[in-house]
């Protein structure tokens, strides 16, 4: 059993916990709630032993197992199935001994070895790596590259495969679902739900969290309140207290009021002098009821926009995708006003090409677009985070776009996404991911869009901003197109759905549940066995040369323009560079012609716009070959 017993943690100068109690069975599945910054991640620190109390104690059974999901994942050659295979410490602790063994020739130990392979199901290890993966979205074709060529998403669901094989009796999870899809979010799910050992999980997927754990624990004012039940029963079950609690505080100010009037009244009085002087000690006494109070600090409202066009956006006959090879096809879409559409479908599918098409980021190979008259966009995506300038504040990001807004205005708004105060004056660099997404969104909502087109926009957002959000996108009154793997703001912001999947774009006929269905119908039929083992050797080489070749095609023409590239950059560099220090010469200006002067100014300028703009086709290309990679 985990136990904490008056346990006091600070993180810096933020006291996080102080003197909490908490008790966690073994096999137990307990989530972990609470806003974002008030402790969680620092008490899982606390018990995988990287941190230690600042007071009181914390044990966790010293013969348990703790697996977790590592933050980084270094770029190695090793192969993706070999990776996941090491979470397994015991099984590679047992192969280095039979490996040992057989090197030294020593046949009991050998046999020792070898029996303690099968007793923890050694022979079946590869095959429970590969399900894993398959599970995490990853194909049959990946399961053989190396660790270095997967991108930063793809890495962390490696983190997390490995976590899974390790055979543990404490798993800790750290929101897990933010690099995941839907699709794989449902896998893991039921693969947490069969897990015996005792859980703990840090998740702002309410949905998530209804099905998978069976308790709550609770960061409130600093200690940790446990309730029994998922998600769903811990939210009722802390609406009837802070009703209660604001109930019993509203009784007790009416009798302190009553007894103040006495005292007030009454003081000076000789014949009351000692009923007054009892009242002042019963106030003294009486132990305050603090008013309930909730703690979300965000309150969105999307601004009045001056009209929407209807239809809003039209695709006919689009194909999309990349260095000339289409992801999707045949696309013929049509936005009305008002619309609410979920996008579903696997992942690398297309629906973040088909996000980015409607945003109008990537152009049709072949079709039209037309969007409809004063139309504006708000778009959405996890990359855009990076895009926010690292030495600006909230403010000035939002002064920048419109300039002619007053500060009190601004500031009042930016509240509303929680950067009140100092917050609104901090600098980006130093902000999380929860906080850079917060003011993306902030700033795509000052714009007064009349469609939002959302991929993945509740990713490191805490519940309290993502039921925010939920509540704000209920009431806009534009379309919204959203893809996301939070399934209750799907239910709650989308009347229609569509499939993405097999290169088409199509109403879905159903609903979440349905698309479970769908889901496991598909896997299904993908992991049964063909008619014999050889065909199916044969498919998979037929199938995985096929992707080699198609991706191969696509990569080629970009590869070549990059490297093309690259040597222009290289050159204008080199220009620039020397046209500078030219310019930076004292003597320059006294032995040259104002004419030169002029020229050399003017070719500058001309070389350091012919750089700006190499760099520009060079992060785009490069963003498309991670898109070819995904």
Same mark, same amino acid.
Request: glycine fraction near 8%; charge should be negative.
């Given at each position: 059993?985990?136990?904490?017993?008056?346990?006091?943690?600070?993180?810096?100068?933020?006291?996080?916990?102080?003197?909490?109690?908490?008790?966690?069975?073994?096999?137990?599945?307990?989530?972990?709630?609470?806003?974002?910054?008030?402790?969680?991640?620092?008490?899982?620190?606390?018990?995988?032993?990287?941190?230690?109390?600042?007071?009181?104690?914390?044990?966790? !059974?010293?013969?348990?197992?703790?697996?977790?999901?590592?933050?980084?994942?270094?770029?190695?050659?090793?192969?993706?199935? /070999?990776?996941?295979? /090491?979470?397994?410490?015991?099984?590679?602790?047992?192969?280095?001994?039979?490996?040992?063994?057989?090197?030294?020739? /020593?046949?009991?130990?050998?046999?020792?070895?070898?029996?303690?392979?099968?007793?923890?199901?050694?022979?079946?290890?590869?095959?429970?790596?590969?399900?894993?993966?398959?599970?995490?979205?990853?194909?049959?074709?990946?399961?053989?590259?190396?660790?270095?060529?997967?991108?930063?998403?793809?890495?962390?669901?490696?983190?997390?495969?490995?976590?899974?094989?390790?055979?543990?009796?404490?798993?800790?999870?750290?929101?897990?679902?933010?690099?995941?899809?839907?699709?794989?979010?449902?896998?893991?799910?039921?693969?947490?739900?069969?897990?015996?050992?005792?859980?703990?999980?840090?998740?702002?997927?309410?949905?998530?969290?209804?099905?998978?754990?069976?308790?709550?624990?609770? $960061?409130?004012?600093?200690?940790?309140?446990?309730?029994?039940?998922?998600?769903?029963? $811990?939210?009722?079950?802390?609406?009837?207290?802070?009703?209660?609690?604001?109930?019993?505080?509203?009784?007790?100010?009416?009798?302190?009021?009553?007894?103040?009037?006495?005292?007030?009244?009454?003081?000076?009085?000789?014949?009351?002098?000692?009923?007054?002087?009892?009242?002042?000690?019963?106030?003294?006494?009486?132990?305050?009821?603090?008013?309930?109070?909730?703690?979300?600090?965000?309150?969105?409202?999307?601004?009045?926009?001056?009209?929407? !066009?209807?239809?809003?956006?039209?695709?006919?006959?689009?194909?999309?995708?990349?260095?000339?090879?289409?992801?999707?096809? /045949?696309?013929?879409?049509?936005?009305?006003?008002?619309?609410?559409?979920?996008?579903?479908?696997?992942?690398?599918?297309?629906?973040?090409?088909?996000?980015?098409?409607?945003?109008?980021?990537?152009?049709?190979?072949?079709?039209?677009?037309?969007?409809?008259?004063?139309?504006?966009?708000?778009?959405?995506?996890?990359?855009?985070?990076?895009?926010?300038?690292?030495?600006?504040?909230?403010?000035?990001?939002?002064?920048?776009?419109?300039?002619?807004?007053?500060?009190?205005?601004?500031?009042?708004?930016?509240?509303?996404?929680?950067?009140?105060?100092?917050?609104?004056?901090?600098?980006?660099?130093?902000?999380?991911?929860?906080?850079?997404?917060?003011?993306?969104?902030?700033?795509?909502?000052?714009?007064? !869009?009349?469609?939002?087109?959302?991929?993945?926009?509740?990713?490191?957002?805490?519940?309290?901003?993502?039921?925010?959000?939920?509540?704000?996108?209920?009431?806009?009154?534009?379309?919204?197109?959203?893809?996301?793997?939070?399934?209750?703001?799907?239910?709650?912001?989308?009347?229609?759905?569509?499939?993405?999947?097999?290169?088409?774009?199509?109403?879905?006929?159903?609903?979440?549940?349905?698309?479970?269905?769908?889901?496991? +119908?598909?896997?299904?039929?993908?992991?049964?066995?063909?008619?014999?083992?050889?065909?199916?050797?044969? +498919?998979?080489?037929?199938?995985?040369?096929?992707?080699?070749?198609?991706?191969?095609?696509?990569?080629? !023409?970009?590869?070549?323009?990059?490297?093309?590239?690259?040597?222009?950059?290289?050159?204008?560099?080199?220009?620039?560079?020397?046209?500078?220090?030219?310019?930076?010469?004292?003597?320059?200006?006294?032995?040259?012609?104002?004419?030169?002067?002029?020229?050399?100014?003017?070719?500058?300028?001309?070389?350091?716009?012919?750089?700006?703009?190499?760099?520009?086709?060079?992060?785009?290309?490069? +963003?498309?070959?991670?898109?070819?990679?995904?």
């Amino acid at each position: 059993m985990i136990t904490l017993r008056k346990l006091t943690l600070r993180r810096g100068a933020k006291l996080l916990l102080d003197e909490a109690e908490a008790a966690i069975h073994p096999g137990q599945h307990v989530g972990i709630v609470g806003p974002n910054g008030c402790g969680k991640s620092s008490l899982f620190a606390l018990l995988r032993g990287e941190l230690h109390p600042d007071g009181g104690d914390a044990d966790v !059974p010293a013969a348990w197992v703790v697996a977790h999901v590592a933050q980084e994942t270094p770029a190695v050659d090793r192969s993706a199935i /070999d990776y996941t295979m /090491d979470g397994d410490r015991e099984l590679r602790a047992v192969e280095a001994e039979i490996a040992d063994a057989q090197a030294r020739n /020593d046949g009991e130990r050998l046999a020792h070895a070898h029996e303690r392979y099968r007793q923890i199901d050694g022979y079946s290890a590869r095959a429970r790596a590969a399900a894993l993966l398959h599970g995490l979205g990853f194909a049959a074709q990946d399961l053989e590259r190396p660790v270095r060529e997967f991108s930063g998403g793809w890495r962390m669901r490696l983190n997390l495969a490995q976590a899974l094989m390790c055979r543990s009796d404490l798993l800790l999870l750290d929101e897990p679902t933010n690099h995941l899809d839907l699709d794989a979010v449902l896998w893991l799910e039921g693969w947490l739900q069969n897990y015996r050992g005792t859980l703990l999980v840090i998740s702002h997927d309410r949905e998530f969290l209804d099905a998978t754990v069976t308790a709550v624990l609770h $960061f409130d004012q600093r200690k940790l309140k446990p309730y029994s039940g998922n998600y769903s029963a $811990f939210e009722e079950q802390r609406a009837m207290q802070l009703a209660q609690q604001q109930a019993l505080h509203a009784r007790q100010q009416r009798e302190i009021a009553r007894l103040e009037r006495f005292v007030e009244r009454f003081r000076a009085k000789a014949t009351k002098a000692r009923q007054a002087q009892s009242r002042i000690k019963a106030l003294e006494r009486m132990e305050r009821i603090a008013p309930a109070h909730v703690d979300s600090p965000f309150a969105i409202r999307f601004r009045e926009f001056p009209g929407s !066009p209807d239809p809003m956006l039209m695709l006919d006959g689009v194909s999309a995708g990349y260095g000339g090879a289409a992801v999707l096809h /045949d696309i013929r879409l049509n936005i009305p006003a008002g619309a609410r559409i979920g996008l579903l479908g696997r992942n690398g599918a297309g629906k973040s090409t088909l996000i980015k098409l409607l945003a109008g980021r990537l152009a049709p190979l072949t079709g039209t677009r037309r969007e409809g008259k004063d139309l504006r966009i708000g778009y959405f995506a996890q990359y855009q985070l990076e895009d926010l300038r690292a030495d600006e504040s909230p403010l000035q990001h939002l002064a920048r776009i419109d300039p002619g807004a007053r500060e009190q205005a601004l500031r009042d708004f930016l509240g509303g996404f929680g950067f009140s105060g100092d917050m609104a004056l901090a600098k980006v660099e130093g902000f999380s991911g929860g906080e850079r997404a917060r003011l993306a969104l902030a700033i795509i909502v000052w714009q007064r !869009p009349n469609l939002l087109l959302l991929d993945e926009p509740t990713n490191h957002l805490d519940l309290d901003m993502r039921e925010a959000l939920t509540l704000a996108l209920q009431e806009f009154e534009g379309a919204v197109v959203l893809v996301s793997h939070d399934r209750h703001l799907l239910r709650t912001t989308c009347d229609t759905l569509m499939l993405v999947a097999d290169g088409r774009v199509a109403p879905f006929d159903g609903d979440l549940e349905d698309y479970r269905d769908w889901l496991a +119908e598909r896997r299904a039929a993908e992991e049964r066995p063909k008619s014999t083992a050889g065909e199916q050797r044969r +498919e998979q080489k037929r199938a995985e040369a096929e992707a080699r070749n198609r991706l191969a095609q696509a990569r080629r !023409p970009l590869e070549k323009r990059v490297r093309e590239l690259e040597a222009a950059m290289a050159k204008l560099g080199a220009e620039k560079s020397r046209l500078e220090a030219m310019l930076a010469a004292e003597d320059f200006y006294t032995r040259s012609t104002p004419e030169q002067v002029t020229n050399a100014l003017r070719e500058q300028a001309r070389v350091a716009q012919a750089l700006e703009e190499a760099e520009a086709e060079w992060f785009r290309l490069q +963003e498309a070959l991670e898109g070819l990679s995904a």
